[in-house]
């Protein structure tokens, strides 16, 4: 069974950067899409960014011009960096993984803290 395994996150300051990662401990065939996602503590899970198994992402507003999320093929990990960072940025932060024959894939979440 493939796992994600999500690092990074952590405190940071109002206006610095971070970079997420997400590891896949085996590869995952029919890949099709990694997204990243978040929630707020009080809100729903919200899409942040997404890229496709072609290279295309898309990026949620709060987070276009911030975010740039990037994936290493070679070492089955995927990225998310986020710069300008904002107090409401703050939430836990989750990789997904689709695979049209696997299924999907989660990882535990990583916690980020924006400080004002």
């Known amino acids: 069974q493939v796992r994600l395994v999500q690092s990074g996150g952590g405190l940071v300051q109002a206006g610095g950067s971070l970079r997420l990662s997400c590891a896949a401990s085996?590869?995952?065939?029919?890949?099709?899409?990694m997204n990243w996602y978040r929630q707020a503590p009080g809100k729903q899970r919200e899409l942040v960014a997404l890229?496709?198994?072609?290279?295309?992402?898309v990026y949620q507003d709060p987070v276009k011009g911030r975010a740039t999320i990037s994936r290493d093929a070679a070492k089955n990990t995927l990225y998310l960096q986020m710069n300008m960072l904002k107090p409401e940025d703050t939430g836990i932060y989750y990789c997904?993984?689709?695979?049209?024959?696997?299924?999907?894939?989660w990882g535990q979440g990583t916690q980020v803290t924006v400080g004002s």
């Open positions: 997904a993984e689709y695979s049209t024959i696997m299924g999907e894939f």
């Open positions: 085996g590869s995952i065939d029919g890949l099709y899409g």
């Open positions: 890229i496709t198994d072609g290279g295309s992402t």
